[in-house]
């Protein structure tokens, strides 16, 4: 490994999304969203998507871990551990209770600029995604979601306002968190919360996936193109989230199914990056007889605002096997047509592969494809955590993953040059899982007492990877 050091303005950091760590979903004027409507889940039991607040259920998102009224001392603890940079995302609910209005909410844009405030203090830069999950229940209620094309004009809106608002102060941007896992759309957790659409209630459930996927890709654009209006400076990127997708074996077709399966993550990389529609995708409409609406000017909209960067998430690798392609009806998270785990690497406790080496590989093959910089923002080891009895959380499993991850993420950047920007760990402070709705799947740093049955204090607490990660910071990732 060569003795360089990675770039000095490396944005090292943390991520984590509004919904997961907030609470408060009522306070400040704040209107309902999708994922405040999602209940907790269980092991192995998939969260329920219900229709509307039910006193009935368990919303863990309604109070998550309190960031909403105790950011000033999560942000002190982000700045002990020397974050460069922070990555959440802004709550539409917060802005646009509803989603519709004409106004927005004053009371959301102050907890924002106040948030950021305290961020800017420690020098610390906020990465805000625009859209991680959180669009107002009632577009979902009144319009339908994003089938309908009035949700582009609304997100477009409420986007301008917050571009406007927090221009100096927040220069790094994302659209839609994920946009890609709407593909698995079998799975309605990720469809519905992406969209507000679950696809399998539709005749031609794929269709209407791809035509929301249509009104995003134009609302993205719209955003991009108008934040660089508002202010040249800012840089708004694109984010997915990537699972290379390994040829279970070196028989050419699995070779050729690997390929072609990947193109459920390029597809959202062509047109965010590149512009434009690929041919592939072209052809499997035509194929498929499947007519996606679009407007005059959308094509040319597409190509103005190429987003700046590719933000992305990875957790894991998945092998797939062509003669397995009809085997899996992908309802689950792992859930790609034709995947079997793989045999060459180990899997957490929720499945999830664990391969620092698909790490390198995801920057490179991504990095060669679009020469665009990119941002890893999310990464990280889900687990069950044990508080010992003086207190000390000794998460080596939690290091040891990272470690890993960011030996190969250095490789990348230093023997293969790929441009990137910055390494924001998910779950920085421990919160609500996304898939299961759960305390006790954890990421942190931060230790956070609140668990599944209901008890804990809220209290904050360093972890053993708080110390660890550091002083990965103060090295600028020399000391791992
Ligand atoms: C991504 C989401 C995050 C986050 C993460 C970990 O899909 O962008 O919101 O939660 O995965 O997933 P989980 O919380 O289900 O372990």
Known sequence: MSEQQLPKDFLWGGAVAAHQVEGGWDQGGKGPSIVDVLSGGSHGVDRVITDGIDPAYHYPNHLAVDFYHRYKEDIALFAEMGFKCFRTSIAWTRIFPKGDELEPNEAGLQFYDDLFDELLKYNIEPVI??????????????????????????????????????????????????????????????????????????????????????????????????????????????????????????HPDDVMFAQESMRERYLFGDVHLRGYYPSYILKEWERKGYQIEMQPGDEQALRDGCADYLGFSYYMSNAVQFSAKDSDDGRHIEGFPGSRPNPHVKASDWGWQIDPVGLRYTLNAFWERYQKPMFIVENGFGAYDTVEADGQINDDYRIAYLQAHIEQMKIAVLEDGVDLMGYTPWGCLDCVSFTTGQYNKRYGFIHVDKNDDGTGTMARSKKKSFDWYKQVIASNGANL
């Not at 991680?132 to 809106?157: A, C, I, Q, S, T």
């Not at 839609?176 to 709407?182: T, W, Y």
């Not at 654009?221 to 660089?228: D, E, I, N, T, Y």
């Open 129 to 250: 995604t625009l859209s991680h999950f959180e669009m107002p229940e009632h577009l979902v209620k009144e319009y339908g979601g994003w089938l309908n094309r009035k949700v582009v004009d609304f997100f477009v809106r409420y986007s301008e306002v917050v571009l406007k608002r927090y221009q100096h102060k927040v220069k790094y941007w994302m659209t839609f968190n994920e946009i890609n896992n709407q593909r698995n759309w079998r799975y309605p957790l990720f469809g519905y919360c992406n969209s507000g659409v679950i696809f399998t209630d539709h005749e031609k459930p794929e269709q209407a996936m791809y035509q929301v996927l249509h009104h995003q890709f134009v609302a993205s654009a719209q955003v991009v193109k108008l934040g660089h209006e508002i202010n040249p400076q800012l840089q708004i990127g694109c984010m997915l989230a990537i699972v290379p997708l390994y040829p279970w074996s070196c």
